[in-house]
Structure formats: structure tokens, C-alpha cells
């Protein structure tokens, strides 16, 4: 794994384990299938060192085992990053409410998807990521705007609000 590619992946593991909440959010990670694999690997040992939690890593080629079920059991009293590969051995039944499994009766824990792919479709799936992030700034600003001129989403005047000492003018923000 490259350094910029270890860096990003530190920030958006750490971001994810920060962020308040009882339950983080589970974090895909895509990379090279022709890639060092057990860079990748080793990747996630250091973060979780660096964290401070523990690192479980479950194969799900074969389904979810009796095996898997007795390791997420025994370091469930602990803070851990489960990184998680060849999710595509999971029935789909059991796929809705495997986020529940992992976190239910167990200390923090961090999801982590781990997929390989071709480089080329990698790429494009990141490329994708950044766009929507990028879209989804956009339009919390444009909601901020909205909401700071007395409109919801919709354009639909906000509930009157228990009165201010702000000047009607000083409220003013131009819709662009």
C-alpha cells in the first residue's frame, strides 16, 4: 500500500471512529485485486494499533461460521475494528442485519468491508465516492442558505421562530 493511500485510509478510519455515537458507520474499502493484499492487510493492523482497539479479521468465504461467531463473541467486551473480506460467502438474508451482529451486546466496534477489484473499476468507484461527497457539500450549503433565509428543503416558509434582536436586513442571504 502507498503512503498517500495508507494516509487517506488513516483519515477516513480515524474520522470514523471519532465521530460521536455508539456505532460507527461501517467503512468500505476497495483496492487493487493485482495489489499487495497483505499490505492491505497489514494496513489495518497498524491503524488499529494506532487507535488503540482491537483487530479482528474475518474470512467469509465459506459464509459465517460457528467460528466467526465464537471470535466476534470473545473480543466483543473490547473496542475493535472488524475487518471483513469475501463478504460475498454471506447469505443475503443474513446480510441486513449483520451490522447488528457485529455491534449488539459488544463494545465499539468499527465495520470495515475490505474488496479487491480491478484497478481500473477501483478507480472509478473513488472517483464516484469524491463526486457525491463533493455533491452532498453543495447542497447542505444550498439547505444552510435556505435555512438562514426562512425556508426548508422544499422552499417551504420555516415555523415562526421565538423572536430576536436581529434585524430583518441583517438576515438577508442571496440566493445564487
Known sequence: MQVAELNNLR????????KPGERPAPLIHLSDEEGDRA??????????SEIGV?????????GLTDAH?????????????VVMTRFDGIQED???GFHDLLCTDAARTLPIVV??????????????WTELARLEEVRAARVSRLHAAG???TGEPLP??????VIASDAYVPMH
Open 69 to 81: 461467531r465464537e471470535a466476534l463473541t470473545r473480543t466483543s467486551r473490547h473496542p475493535r475494528m
Open 11 to 18: 483519515r477516513r478510519v480515524k474520522a470514523l471512529w471519532n
Open 160 to 165: 415562526p421562530t421565538e423572536p430576536t434582536d
Open 94 to 96: 443474513q446480510r441486513a
Open 54 to 62: 482491537r483487530h479482528v479479521r474475518l474470512d467469509f468465504a465459506d
Open 115 to 128: 474488496g479487491f477489484a480491478p484497478l481500473e473499476q477501483v478507480e472509478r468507484i473513488h472517483e464516484a
Open 39 to 48: 499490505g492491505v492487510g497489514q494496513a489495518f493492523q497498524t491503524l488499529c
Open 151 to 153: 425556508y426548508d428543503e
